[in-house]
């Protein structure tokens, strides 16, 4: 646990920042409801899924909660703070800049909006954080497959369904969680894992399948013939679908065409965005992230408040 302490003319002010667990999600997702970010990194899933690649830490100080994390460039840093009243946020703010003057960038996980709310205030250095940038696309769009730019995706689709037998439902049995084991290990023995998050997943994704209920998630498995062709984990989170994991078989064709958009109907029809995370720098995920033309990309940002 880290005591940091901050004095004022009323009285010292403790930070106690401590590692996050799943005691913290109620308090997280409360304060979850004054995020404006799309970024996927604010939702409490996102954050304990990736606690230990990330080293995350949460604490509350003037009812605002704090979230520090770690990454391998650039050290530890704070994501903007999570709070709906500006003043306790710029108060925040204020005392991470005075008591954290050793970290190399003060803030991460920034988007474009709260660059803004920043600079109202503070001086600022800038570091975009290019591998990191996030895909958001309409919910709509990649229900409906309209148009010709998805074209493709819907003759992939096609395929997939006039080609297997095949059914779907979510992932709700010993039996499903341990064909989802089986098809990870293969995907794994498959794929080039060319980054440290992608070598993390695989450990990340069996200690959330048996906590799917726990931690309110949607999923998603479908199958051919009674073998597990693909599976999908993912969440509402205020507007938006967040599209965590989704590995399938790619002998059967099209099944990642259908594996997405079944799971956006049945599970995420009301949301207006969809958010598929980044793409790690990875060639082959950044393709097929374009190839669904998204409608936004997020790109994200370290930033160092300058200190006058």
């Known amino acids: 646990i880290l005591y940091i302490y901050f004095l004022t003319k009323e009285r010292t002010i403790l930070l106690d920042l401590h590692p996050i667990s799943y005691e913290d999600k109620n308090l997280i997702n409360h304060y979850s409801k004054s995020i404006t970010t799309l970024s996927y990194e604010y939702s409490f899933n996102s954050l304990y899924l990736w606690k230990d690649l990330c080293q995350t830490n949460v604490g509350i100080i003037y009812d605002t909660l704090v979230v520090q994390k770690y990454d391998e460039d650039n050290g530890f840093f704070f994501m903007m703070p999570y709070s709906d009243n500006t003043e306790s946020l710029y108060k925040t703010l204020d005392y991470l800049k005075c008591n954290y003057v050793d970290f190399k960038y003060l803030l991460g996980d920034i988007d474009n909006n709260y660059l803004n709310l920043l600079k109202k205030r503070y001086p600022i250095e800038v570091l975009e954080n290019k591998n990191s940038s996030e895909y958001i696309y309409l919910t709509t769009d990649l229900i409906s497959l309209k148009g010709k730019k998805y074209h493709k995706k819907r003759n992939h689709y096609n395929n997939f369904i006039n080609s297997y037998n095949f ?114 720098g990875h060639e082959g995920l950044q393709k097929s992230k374009e190839s669904y033309h998204p409608y936004k990309i997020l790109n994200k940002y370290f930033v160092k408040i300058i200190v006058l």
């Open 167 to 280: 059914s779907s439902s979510p992932i709700n049995s010993e039996k499903i969680i341990t064909d989802c084991l089986i098809l990870l290990s293969n995907w794994e023995n498959k794929k080039c894992i060319c980054s440290k998050e992608l070598l993390i997943e695989p450990s990340a994704i069996k200690n959330i399948l048996y906590s799917l209920n726990d931690l309110s998630l949607n999923s998603i498995a479908v199958y051919v013939d009674d073998v597990l062709a693909g599976f999908s984990i993912g969440e509402v989170f205020n507007d938006s679908a967040i599209i965590h994991i989704e590995k399938c078989n790619t002998d059967y064709r099209g099944i990642y065409a259908f594996i997405n958009n079944e799971f956006l109907k049945s599970s995420f029809k009301d949301t207006k965005y969809v958010n598929r995370e980044e793409d790690c």
